[in-house]
């Protein structure tokens, strides 16, 4: 671990913006269209959104979040727009980096597998600071568990895990998984009222530590 990783982080940030692994080296169907990664680091957040991959609305404008889905996980973590893409505070990194298209129904494909197996090790390698980390969907809490040694129960699917917030408190850095905020989760947030009425103060609670002045 580099005494000073800001450096090493600025140019792997600037490898990952110039990467079109899923263009031009895919692990199957290459990407159709031009990628465009999106994801934002700094070396001082102690807060990390870890996401699937980018929908279409984020690939146009560059901005994570920036649709219907950034507006209700903002509302979940308790802060404004402009808190929220504060990169000095917040990173947010996808699974994918790039949006990956959609399938024959309309809905967004999985996160391309290049994005974690070229990057993500390297980068979360030069992410001593990051305190605490909102795991929004399937993808991205299999991958930060893994990572970071946190077993998972044979057969436990996303509301399983979710359900089991509480068992990540104390782990270091703290993990807080979270169901995807999309539209298509709404009738999972009807049928599990347990998740607004006690895990989102929760959430609020945690990111108004995570965004405090360092002491």
Request: hydrophobic letters at 45%; a positive charge; glycine letters at 8%.
């Amino acid at each position: 671990m580099p005494a000073n990783p800001a450096p090493d982080l600025d140019a792997l940030l600037a490898r990952i913006a110039a990467c079109r692994l899923c263009r031009d080296a895919p692990k199957g169907a290459p990407l159709a269209h031009e990628p465009r990664p999106v994801v934002r680091f700094s070396s001082t957040a102690r807060l990390l959104i870890a996401g699937q991959a980018p929908g279409v609305r984020v690939h146009r404008s560059g901005l994570p979040f920036d649709d219907p889905s950034g507006e209700r996980l903002r509302g979940w973590m308790g802060i404004d727009r402009a808190a929220f893409y504060d990169v000095s505070r917040i990173a947010i990194a996808p699974m994918g980096f790039c949006f990956p298209g959609l399938d024959a129904a309309g809905s967004d494909l999985p996160p391309r597998p290049e994005c974690r197996a070229a990057w993500h090790d390297a980068l979360f390698a030069l992410a001593p600071g990051i305190e605490t980390i909102l795991v929004v969907g399937s993808h991205a809490q299999a991958y930060h568990l893994r990572r970071l040694g946190h077993e998972r129960i044979k057969g436990e699917g996303m509301t399983g895990l979710v359900r089991r917030w509480r068992d990540f408190a104390a782990s270091s850095p703290r993990l807080i998984p979270l169901p995807h905020p999309s539209w298509r989760n709404s009738g999972w947030l009807k049928r599990n009222p347990w998740f607004e009425a006690e895990l989102v103060p929760e959430l609020c609670a945690a990111v108004r530590e995570a965004l405090a002045p360092a002491p």
